[in-house]
């Protein structure tokens, strides 16, 4: 079976400080690896996704991370927040083989000025 | 060109009806997703088709029924509605390469009263 944890439901972060959510993964078989982002009242839309290869990917809006098979992590992170990246955002994991994608519970990141 | 469209975008309606939400992807993906997202903003999968046949169908009340005429399209028709419907329904698809992401509509809001 597949499943995904994030670590805390809120994170606040100030304008320009490091951003870091985190999500930790369950999986029998290397597993495909995923964030979204959900802006208010919209659909969810992917930042990044960590399939085979460099453990480091890079996503959309300045968003990157990295898959730690050892922590059987996918941390996301950003050098600086800014406004904008205020939403829920959601980590997901895929087990090869298989169509169904297990979303994490969200992490609602909010970003004061 | 919206590449995954669901309507209507709100759905008000009184307990005991009968609705329809549908949806279209116009990107070619094979394999199309109904997810129900709770007020918590849990993502939970209800069912999957592969081109026309279905092939993930999760422990959902029996009253919700999907309906795929071609793999473009991906219907979902609730009968006898209940205020635990109460939601937003996503629509998503997909590449068949499992190392894709979702594409997601912007969600179709339902209020059962």
């Known amino acids: 079976a597949q499943s995904v944890t994030q670590l805390g439901s809120h994170v606040s972060v100030s304008e320009g400080a490091l951003v870091l959510l985190r999500c930790n993964y369950s999986?029998?078989?290397?597993?495909?690896l995923f964030w979204y982002v959900q802006y208010p009242n919209q659909g969810l839309q992917l930042l990044l996704k960590?399939?085979?290869?460099?453990?480091l990917v890079k996503g959309i809006n300045g968003f990157e991370a990295e898959f730690k098979k050892s922590e059987t992590s996918f941390h996301l992170t950003k050098p600086s927040a800014h406004m904008s990246d205020a939403a829920e955002y959601f980590c997901?994991?895929?087990?090869?083989?298989?169509?169904?994608?297990?979303f994490g519970t969200g992490t609602k990141l909010q970003v004061i000025p | 060109d919206t590449a995954v469209s669901q309507t209507p975008k709100y759905l008000v309606t009184q307990m005991g009806n009968d609705k329809s939400i549908k949806c279209e992807q116009n990107?070619?993906?094979?394999?199309m997703y109904w997810y129900k997202q709770d007020s918590k903003k849990f993502l939970k999968i209800m069912f999957s088709?592969?081109?026309?046949?279905?092939?993930i169908n999760e422990t959902v009340p029996n009253r919700f029924s999907p309906k795929s005429p071609d793999k473009a399209h991906l219907n979902l028709h609730i009968n006898s509605l209940e205020l635990g419907d109460s939601a937003v329904y996503f629509c998503?698809?997909?590449?068949?390469?499992?190392?894709?992401?979702?594409?997601f509509g912007s969600g179709t809001r339902l209020t059962v009263v």
């Open positions: 998503a698809s997909s590449h068949p390469e499992a190392g894709q992401g979702y594409t």
């Open positions: 999986s029998s078989v290397p597993p495909y």
């Open positions: 960590y399939t085979t290869g460099a453990t």
């Open positions: 997901a994991v895929r087990v090869r083989g298989y169509q169904k994608v297990t």
């Open positions: 990107l070619g993906h094979d394999t």
């Open positions: 088709y592969n081109n026309k046949e279905l092939i």
